[in-house]
């Protein structure tokens, strides 16, 4: 098993493990949407890793333009996925204040997402520039 299919692995025994802690408080309007969040932006979230194949890597590097799926609409559903799971089970945990998090997170995004756009765009050139131009985030 390679390393970034492992990634997908631990995350997919995490959650029930989480969901198994966090199962004691009553099921809110809140919670319930929390939890819906969560599932939905994880199926998203492994539907992008599974559309950038080889492509995938925790460093920015840039092997192939992958333009269509999810990536025909947003330039990083991982991280945008990726984001939306933390909310929802932040919400379902019942615990808001940890929405804090996001302050650190987003920016931290939006800084690797450059780092990336500008590896892909010395690699690519005006292929990517039409792409980013096309999509959003």
Do not use: D
Request: no cysteine; proline share 4%.
């Amino acid at each position: 098993m390679k390393l970034n299919y492992g990634t997908l692995v631990l995350v997919a025994i995490a959650m029930p493990l989480f969901a198994l802690i966090f199962s004691g408080p009553p099921w809110t309007v809140v919670r319930i949407a929390g939890l819906a969040l969560a599932t939905l932006s994880f199926l998203l979230l492994v539907l992008a890793r599974l559309q950038l194949g080889r492509s995938f890597s925790v460093r920015a590097k840039a092997s192939a333009l992958v333009t269509t799926g999810l990536y025909s609409r947003i330039r990083n559903p991982i991280y945008i996925f990726g984001s939306l799971m933390i909310v929802g089970l932040i919400l379902w945990a019942n615990m808001p204040w940890f929405l804090l998090f996001f302050v650190i997170v987003i920016p931290m995004q939006v800084i690797r997402s450059r780092k990336e756009a500008k590896v892909l765009e010395e690699k690519f050139g005006a292929a990517y520039v039409e792409y980013k131009r096309q999509t959003w985030f």
